[in-house]
């Protein structure tokens, strides 16, 4: 819906601005929170996707995680496709 993508953009935009500012006050400061905020996120979707094992495994991947997973794959339902995002995502965080 549009109010979703809406309310993506302008909080992604606020988060933006919010770190901006913390990095005019101490740019080791932004970093820690935006990697804490990435931490965050991690572990939150982690948690959905060990919660909802059946459910992931019934639905199809998005067509965008197709793409940056890899088309050659013999199964692509959520459930196959999470573990790959997380642990890209890890591997950014983790570096």
Known sequence: MWRDRFLA???A???YVVLLGLWLVSPAL?????ELIEAH???TYAQFAEQNKAALRLLP???IAKVLIGHNWPRRTLRHV???LRS???SVLLG
């Open 9 to 11: 953009q302008h909080s």
């Open 13 to 15: 935009l606020l988060y």
């Open 30 to 34: 932004a970093y820690n929170f935006s």
């Open 41 to 43: 996120a991690v572990d």
């Open 61 to 63: 991947a998005p067509r």
């Open 82 to 84: 999470s573990p790959n």
């Open 88 to 90: 890209r995502v890890e």
